[in-house]
């Protein structure tokens, strides 16, 4: 009998139900639903719609009951660090606030300087520091003195609020924990100094659960709205890079991934977190992986900056010629704008993806030109130079990163996997091979909704461990392979050309 899963994959943009199965040792997906996620805007701040995420998964679930389709299990993962406020009575306070919210902005500067100095919060988290994350947030909400924090009963990341609402039971699973920059990776559990420092109590947040966790069975409520029956809900990997990466189809410990899309991440899979001086200084985080491992990576700027000028060339009515003819960037599509792209002479124009200027200016061209004109280059005018720019630019971040990795790994990085739907731009997968002179495989592009649902999988006993989860998903998907071409001599002149730049 085969056994369904029914994975819930939410992204900062949109999201989607999938149900995934088990045959013959590869796994089959089918996307039940679609659906965007958008921001609301109101009273001067950002928020999410969390009622609309969950009538998005009723809707999901009812259409595997009209499919007379017997589940074994739920699984939901989301971005990292946002969170939910819930009262006393069982009631949501408020539709959670957005990590993009400008509320944060100053806010973690004044918090390590007033309350817990910067050194101390990295030695306790070993967490890379951004405005955004949840220990910031809280501290913002607290400063501003936020009704629904003060009022809140209980506090649940995102995933795990989802999950609450569909059993009831409130946990705090450890991957979307160890992005919120509260939690000790040596004691596995969220740091209470931290934790009081923002003015809340250690028992506001759930019980800690390990990715594979049984949270609970649908609610009596929830059956009755789905027609489904008792449906056991599993915290599988609740961050979305953990479940991504978990779907890495690697064949042994001896590889580094990029998780490619609007963020770009970096990193290796280690045994124990990777807190020292040296990290520190290069901003590295230590995130929560499955069965007891380390995500010890670094946040890129990633494809980011490309979205961004696209969405304006189209607003700007810009146009580009393709097929012997002046086409409306809005019908160009993306291998013809990325392809465009690779008629430009290389490393005219090189900036540095994670500088400031780039986090969310009101022109991202403007942005990259400013930034061009200001470190003495040529100035890229065009949609085929700015993507050039932002290609060549984002490869040497790679390579820069790459070699701060394989210092910092106790064993060889033999191979790169390039994984998200980034790995489908074959332009910039093939900079990343040259610049970073390693075999990079690309695949798979939907790897958060593998992971998810390969860790329900591996809670209901159908794969034993990671390394049969990997194996089973390198025969289920396609991977490209790029090797590094014969011009390292240019990639190695331009990155010491982007190292005077940034520097």
């Known amino acids: 009998m085969k056994k369904y899963f029914f994975a819930v994959d939410l992204g900062a943009t949109s999201g989607r139900t999938i149900l995934g199965t088990l045959v013959d040792g590869r796994l089959e997906q089918e996307e039940l639903t679609r659906f965007p996620n958008n921001l609301i805007e109101t009273s001067g701040h950002f928020y999410w719609d969390i009622y609309a995420l969950y009538f998005e998964m009723i809707r999901g679930l009812k259409e595997v009951a009209r499919r007379d389709i017997t589940l074994t299990s739920i699984g939901i993962d989301t971005w990292g660090v946002d969170f939910v406020f819930i009262g006393a009575d069982g009631a949501i306070l408020r539709n959670p606030m957005a990590y993009r919210d400008p509320h944060t902005f100053g806010r973690m500067e004044e918090y390590l300087e007033k309350v817990v100095p910067q050194r101390e919060v990295y030695d306790i988290t070993g967490i890379q520091f951004m405005n955004f994350n949840s220990l910031f947030q809280l501290y913002a909400m607290q400063q501003d003195g936020n009704v629904a924090m003060k009022m809140a009963e209980k506090v649940l990341f995102v995933p795990d609020a989802l999950s609450w609402m569909l059993t009831g039971e409130a946990v705090c699973e450890y991957t979307i924990a160890s992005t919120s920059q509260m939690l000790d990776p040596r004691t596995g559990d969220l740091s209470e100094k931290l934790i009081e420092s923002v003015g809340m109590k250690r028992s506001q947040l759930g019980r800690m659960v390990q990715p594979g966790t049984k949270i609970g069975v649908l609610t009596e409520e929830v059956q009755k709205m789905t027609g489904l029956g008792a449906v056991p809900v599993i915290a599988v990997a609740g961050h979305d890079t953990g479940a991504a990466v978990a779907a890495v189809p690697a064949k042994d410990e001896q590889f580094a991934y990029l998780s490619s899309g609007t963020w770009s991440l970096m990193g290796i899979e280690t045994k124990d977190a990777i807190i020292n001086d040296r990290s520190y200084e290069l901003n590295f985080t230590n995130e929560g992986g499955i069965e007891g491992t380390t995500r010890f990576l670094k946040n890129i700027c990633g494809m980011w900056l490309y979205e961004r000028c696209r969405k304006e060339w189209i607003s700007r009515g810009e146009r580009l010629e393709v097929r012997g003819e002046s086409i409306p960037l809005s019908e160009v599509s993306h291998?013809?704008?990325?392809?465009?792209?690779?008629?430009?002479?290389?490393?005219?124009?090189?900036?540095?993806?994670?500088?400031?200027?780039?986090?969310?200016?009101?022109?991202?061209?403007?942005?990259?030109?400013?930034?061009?004109?200001?470190?003495?280059?040529?100035?890229?005018?065009?949609?085929?130079?700015?993507?050039?720019?932002?290609?060549?630019?984002?490869?040497?971040?790679?390579?820069?990163?790459?070699?701060?990795?394989?210092?910092?790994?106790?064993?060889?990085?033999?191979?790169?996997?390039?994984?998200?739907?980034?790995?489908?731009?074959?332009?910039?997968?093939?900079?990343?091979?040259?610049?970073?002179?390693?075999?990079?495989?690309?695949?798979?592009?939907?790897?958060?909704?593998?992971?998810?649902?390969?860790?329900?999988?591996?809670?209901?006993?159908?794969v034993a461990d990671i390394w049969q989860m990997r194996e089973i998903i390198a025969n289920s998907v396609d991977m490209v392979a790029y090797h590094p071409s014969d011009n390292q001599a240019a990639w190695d002149a331009a990155y010491q050309r982007y190292l005077e730049i940034t520097k």
């Not at 990325?338 to 200027?357: C, H, L, T, Y």
């Not at 009101?362 to 040529?378: H, L, P, V, W």
Request: proline content about 5%; aromatic content about 8%.
């Open 335 to 462: 291998p013809e704008l990325q392809g465009s792209a690779m008629q430009v002479e290389a490393f005219r124009s090189i900036i540095n993806p994670d500088d400031k200027a780039f986090a969310n200016p009101s022109s991202m061209i403007e942005a990259i030109q400013t930034y061009c004109r200001e470190t003495g280059q040529t100035i890229p005018e065009t949609p085929a130079e700015i993507c050039r720019c932002i290609f060549d630019s984002l490869a040497l971040r790679y390579r820069q990163v790459f070699g701060w990795l394989k210092d910092f790994a106790e064993f060889d990085l033999n191979v790169l996997h390039v994984i998200g739907g980034g790995s489908l731009n074959k332009y910039l997968t093939q900079f990343t091979a040259d610049a970073c002179n390693v075999e990079v495989l690309a695949g798979p592009q939907e790897c958060t909704a593998i992971g998810n649902i390969m860790l329900q999988a591996k809670a209901s006993g159908d």
